[in-house]
């Protein structure tokens, strides 16, 4: 999670949500890929940390399939990358701060233990859940106070 936490303050130097995320291998301590947060570097809606640490992990291992592996993320998922967890077959995902207001993994929804799925990756959600939600708040109030995105809603 430290290593996550290390990608959160690197989406923050490019202007984007203190996200960070890292593919563990299936031995729990390869790193094959990490990532953060960097819709607003590339204007990509689907840049969150996850995505671009899955597609990382999967070109490095050669294929989609991440079995044995372990996403680690300083934010629990919203739909669009709990979805996208589940489809890579990932054996595990760990989780910092909830997200109250669009967590997919027991916040809002549990997209990735519904039992209508066909993969279930174990969860695991609360590590070092204050330092990501930390950095998420300064975050926000800096923007607001610059009166950025975050002071429209």
């Known amino acids: 999670m430290r290593l996550a936490l290390d990608e959160a ?32 570097a590339g204007g990509d809606p689907t840049a969150h940390a996850e995505i671009l640490a899955l597609r990382r992990a999967a070109e490095r291992l050669g294929g ?14 919203c739909v669009m990358c709990a979805g996208a967890l589940q489809q890579s077959r990932l054996e595990r995902v760990v989780y910092g701060a909830r997200d109250a207001k669009a967590g997919a993994a027991g916040s809002l929804w549990d997209l990735l233990r ?8 174990e969860v695991i959600g609360g590590v ?26």
């Not at 989609?64 to 998922?77: F, I, M, N």
């Open 64 to 77: 989609w399939r991440l079995p044995g592996c372990t996403l680690v993320v300083t934010l629990e998922p």
């Open 128 to 153: 070092l859940a204050e330092e990501g939600a930390r950095l998420l708040t300064d975050f926000f109030a800096r923007s607001r106070d610059r009166g950025g995105p975050a002071a429209e809603g």
């Open 114 to 121: 519904d039992r209508r799925l066909n993969h279930r990756p």
């Open 9 to 40: 303050e690197r989406a923050v130097r490019g202007g984007d949500v203190p996200v960070g995320a890292v593919v563990l291998a299936a031995d729990g301590e390869t790193v094959l890929a990490t990532g953060h947060n960097e819709r607003e």
